[in-house]
């Protein structure tokens, strides 16, 4: 930042509103005063160009225009500080309310999932207590039957696991179009097998015999 005029030996640096003071020691120059200014090693004479209003200013400034890398880094830095102490928070948590912590789990994918791709979804699926009966309602896949696994689970996926799948892929997640299996079920339009081929394929039988109903474990007791 270079020096804007010069007055009975002292000079006023860039927009700094403080006045500093030549110190002829080569090209050195310090300020009157090092009240207004951050100590800083890599610059010369070990004092910052800039004094601090000036600084916190351009500080400020940066933080806003680069917000979303700010809380991008700052998140990551928590997680890195926090990881494993949230990890064991959330186990504790799931083992003492499985039900409970399952459903946040599934309304929460759906919220991901409809947002990212602009999916419709029934005000019912919003709401965790809502999934939360409906898990306690069916205990088990409504594809083939497997009992779903509602314990911690390391943070992973079994195939037991309970999930909400889209019946015809091009709806939302409308009650008439959600159905509650397991992820095994769910994943096995990627991986075929005959005999689970064979299964789903008797399960989309069934359900297109319901038509534009809620499943018959959805309905509300």
Same mark, same amino acid.
């Given at each position: 930042?270079?020096?804007?005029?010069?007055? !009975?030996?002292? *000079?006023?640096?860039?927009?700094?509103?403080?006045?500093?003071?030549?110190?002829?020691?080569?090209?050195?120059m310090? +300020?009157?005063s090092?009240?207004?200014?951050?100590r800083?090693?890599?610059?010369? =004479?070990?004092? @910052?160009?800039?004094?601090?209003?000036?600084r !916190?200013?351009?500080?400020?400034?940066?933080? %806003? /225009?680069?917000?979303?890398? *700010?809380r $991008?880094?700052?998140?990551?830095?928590?997680?890195?500080?926090?990881? +494993?102490?949230?990890?064991a928070? #959330?186990?504790?948590? %799931?083992?003492?309310? +499985?039900?409970?912590f399952? $459903?946040?789990?599934?309304?929460?994918?759906i919220?991901e999932?409809?947002? &990212?791709? =602009?999916?419709? *979804?029934?005000?019912?699926?919003?709401?965790?207590?809502?999934?939360? $009966?409906?898990?306690?309602?069916?205990?088990?896949?409504?594809?083939?039957?497997?009992?779903? %696994?509602?314990? +911690? /689970? !390391?943070?992973?996926k079994? @195939?037991?696991?309970?999930?909400? &799948?889209?019946?015809n892929? $091009?709806?939302?997640?409308?009650?008439?179009?959600?159905?509650?299996?397991?992820?095994?079920c !769910?994943?096995? /339009?990627r991986n075929?097998? #005959?005999? @689970?081929?064979?299964?789903?394929?008797?399960?989309? /039988?069934?359900?297109?015999?319901?038509?534009?109903?809620t499943?018959?474990?959805?309905?509300?007791?």
């Open positions: 930042m270079g020096l804007l005029g010069q007055r !009975n030996g002292q *000079v006023q640096r860039g927009g700094c509103r403080v006045i500093m003071k030549i110190w002829k020691r080569g090209l050195e310090k +300020p009157a090092l009240a207004g200014f951050y800083v090693k890599q610059c010369l =004479g070990g004092i @910052d160009t800039v004094c601090r209003t000036c !916190n200013a351009q500080r400020k400034a940066w933080k %806003h /225009k680069n917000a979303e890398r *700010v $991008a880094q700052r998140r990551e830095l928590y997680l890195i500080r926090n990881g +494993p102490r949230l990890r928070k #959330a186990l504790a948590r %799931h083992e003492r309310f +499985p039900f409970q399952t $459903a946040e789990i599934l309304t929460k994918g919220y999932r409809a947002r &990212d791709r =602009g999916f419709e *979804v029934s005000p019912e699926l919003r709401t965790k207590a809502f999934v939360e $009966a409906w898990l306690r309602r069916q205990p088990a896949c409504e594809c083939c039957g497997v009992t779903f %696994h509602i314990g +911690p /689970k !390391n943070g992973q079994t @195939d037991a696991s309970p999930s909400f &799948d889209r019946f892929s $091009a709806g939302g997640y409308t009650l008439g179009n959600t159905a509650l299996i397991c992820w095994r !769910n994943n096995i /339009k075929y097998e #005959a005999e @689970d081929l064979e299964r789903v394929a008797g399960w989309i /039988k069934r359900r297109s015999a319901w038509g534009n109903e499943g018959k474990f959805g309905a509300a007791a």
